[in-house]
């Protein structure tokens, strides 16, 4: 049997969000979430990290034409000093995740990089911590 036709023909964005405003930058996530949903294969070439952070499963990271890294979201977002390394910006839920990790705030297994996870994980901790004060 062959391949799904969402891996046959994937869709490949070079920086789609360059040089659109915030609503068309919304919009183009929107759709992009939509075809993640079908199950559709998604290549997408992007300096705005923060940008495409809720739609990415594996993110490569290149530096001069070399792959540095090519890692599922989380272990990706580990290694911070590598981001800082080929210049790109630390989206903030990243550094926020980062910052409470060596605070002591949340564990290892409670890192998360996507913005409506990290949200999720904050009222989990905050309504633990309301229950406990009674």
């Known amino acids: 049997m062959l391949a799904t036709p969402a891996l046959i023909f994937p869709i490949i964005l070079d920086e789609p969000t360059s040089e659109v405003d915030p609503e068309g930058k919304e919009e183009i996530v929107r759709i992009l979430s939509r075809l ?48 800082n390394e080929v210049n790109e910006r630390i989206p903030f839920s990243v550094d926020l995740m980062d910052h409470l990790y060596d605070i002591g705030i949340i564990s290892d297994s ?25």
């Open 36 to 83: 993640k949903s079908q199950n559709k294969t998604i290549i997408l070439i992007e300096h705005e990290v923060e940008a495409i952070i809720n739609l990415a499963d594996r993110i490569m990271i290149m530096d001069k034409g070399e792959i540095r890294s090519f890692l599922e979201i989380k272990e990706s977002f580990k290694n911070l000093r590598l981001l």
């Open 110 to 134: 409670e890192i998360r990089y996507r913005e409506a996870d990290v949200i999720d994980l904050l009222n989990q901790k905050y309504t633990a911590k309301e229950k406990k004060r009674g």
